[in-house]
């Protein structure tokens, strides 16, 4: 009876019991750090004192976070597009095209997402140092898309797996050419593989730490890096406003995630 | 209809063949295939030909302990991880689906919470004078703080926090795919509930437990940010030396000797966990 969640009888209220912890360990930075965005104390004493909005005036005031944010934003979405490009292409190979080693290639493309990031920083990094390419925009934009192909790839081919293709054969009897019953009717089938490959991959770079740590000058850096640089100097509260912001950009993205999935899947 | 179209018919499977790799492919062998050999090349060649960095790496003591740190802290948040983990997977499998999707909401809304904020939040959490310490002074459970960060116990709850999702996720699937049936048979042939759990709900899990650990593990064993900032000086771990290594004391030979070994191992183990689960599981979990 252990998988009828109605005859669990004690176990249920212990295991319950469990999960409501974990539940809870698992929500508790996320609300702590937005608690202590608002609180007055600067030595993030807690419960705070007094509440404050300071912090976040603070972090608005100062221009190297605001400019962190957009390079990030910039780098992020030049990333997504190119990563969703690619990854779409090439799922489309992946998944119909019939030639051999195609799972030999598969895995090739998606071992990014399992090599160790450090190895591949330090490995771009020293690549980038020759080209001339250290610390620039397209820099970052590269190494960041090699990241995130895996991420757009998953979902992609995913959803094409799942797609009927002899709904797109059908068009093309009904005298669509190939790459018009490709773009009318598959792709909007696979949106939704489409729409997660574009998240994923954006998340990829916006959150990235380590590449970018290395990748950065003092004139180029992410917010990451920015975030690192002031955890690495002090604790300074101003970090916990700019991370309940992200917190807030976070909840923003799956309540649109999930929004657009009903609607895409009605 | 078009020529086209009736080759189309003919040939049902036109291969999108192997062009429309060529982007990914291209990206992926300039940009990723290369820059990690040449690395290789230069823990070969970085001062002088030869294998003195691999030597000097795996004969020194300093290097040993970081290495076994490296193994330790990858181990101990493992275990951690699925023990957590299999309860509340357990629950999630079977829970009326209203709970289920609050549960979930909060498992993703901590996995897509930026790294550096949630572990910026351990930091504070854990510290000498963090909330933690407070309150369990406060409840009288102990009269000084006790150290929570800069060791091992700092790394292992910040890493467990993040590992979680990745066992958790992989882990309800196992768990929904097996039949309930199955219990309700042992019951009713008179098993306990301990007995049921041990002979049938454990070793159904176990490829699931297994490749979500064996996961868990070798992400653990790479990772940089979260024991770089909550791990202290002498439990350093491998990623961690590495970008030291490259980036304080511009030791390039070193540093990318250091950087294959983990390869090697991480690439190794990801293929035992391809042999058990089947590489597009594998991939899709991660």
Known sequence: ????????????????GFTTLVAAFLLLPVVFIVLLSFGSSRWLAFPPPGWTLKWYQELFADP????????????????????????????????????????????????????????FAIAIYAFFLRLGLGGTTIGFVVAHTVL???????????????????????????????????????????????????????????????????????????LPVKIWGSL????????????????????ALMIVTALLRRKLQT | MSVEAQQGIATPRIPAGLGG?????????LFFVVPVLAL???SVTDPSPGLQNYAALLGDGTYARVFFNTFLV???????????????????????????????????????????????????????????????????????????INNLTGVTIGMVYIMLPFMILPLVGTLRAIDPMTLRAAALCGASPLAAFRRILLPLSLPGIAAGGLMVFVMSLGYFVTPALLGGT?????????????????????????????????????????????????????
Request: a positive charge; glycine letters at 6%.
């Open chain 1, 1 to 16: 009876m252990l998988l009828d969640y109605d005859r669990l009888g004690w176990l249920k209220v212990a295991l319950l």
């Open chain 1, 148 to 222: 995130a192909l895996p991420f757009a790839i998953i979902p992609i081919a995913t959803a094409l797996e799942g797609f009927d293709k002899s709904i797109e054969d059908a068009a093309i009897v009904c005298g669509a050419s190939p790459l018009q019953a490709k773009l009318r009717i598959t792709l909007p089938s696979i949106r939704i593989g489409i729409f997660s490959a574009a998240i994923f991959s954006f998340l990829a770079s916006w959150d990235e730490v380590v590449v970018a740590i290395f990748m950065a000058s003092p004139t180029l850096q992410t």
């Open chain 2, 234 to 286: 002498s439990n350093m771990m491998l990623a961690e030396m590495i970008a030291q290594m490259i980036q304080s004391l511009l030791n390039w030979g070193l540093g990318s000797a250091a950087a294959f070994i983990l390869l090697v191992v991480t690439m190794a183990l990801y293929a035992l966990q391809l042999r058990l689960v089947g590489s597009k599981r594998a991939a899709g979990g991660a």
């Open chain 1, 64 to 119: 190297s976070w605001i400019e962190a944010a957009l390079t990030s934003a910039r780098i992020a979405t030049m990333t997504a597009i190119l990563a969703v490009a690619i990854g779409l292409v090439a799922s489309f190979a992946l998944v119909r095209g019939q030639f051999r080693g195609r799972e030999v290639l598969r895995g090739l493309l998606l071992t990014p997402m399992v090599l160790p990031v450090v190895v």
């Open chain 2, 74 to 148: 990858a181990a101990v948040v493992t275990i951690v991880t699925v023990l957590v983990a299999f309860p509340v997977a357990w629950m999630l499998a079977i829970m009326p689906a209203a709970l289920a999707s609050i549960l979930f909401g909060i498992i993703i809304l901590s996995m897509w919470t930026n790294l550096l904020t949630r572990t910026y939040a351990w930091m504070v959490l854990l510290q000498r004078t963090g909330v933690i310490n407070r309150a369990l002074i406060g409840a009288g459970i102990i009269d000084q703080p006790l150290p929570l």
């Open chain 2, 21 to 29: 790799l060529l982007p990914a492919l291209t990206l992926i062998g």
């Open chain 2, 40 to 42: 290789l090349l230069r």
């Open chain 1, 232 to 251: 690495r100097s002090d604790l300074t509260p101003v970090i916990a406003a700019a991370s309940s912001l992200l917190v807030a950009l976070t909840l």
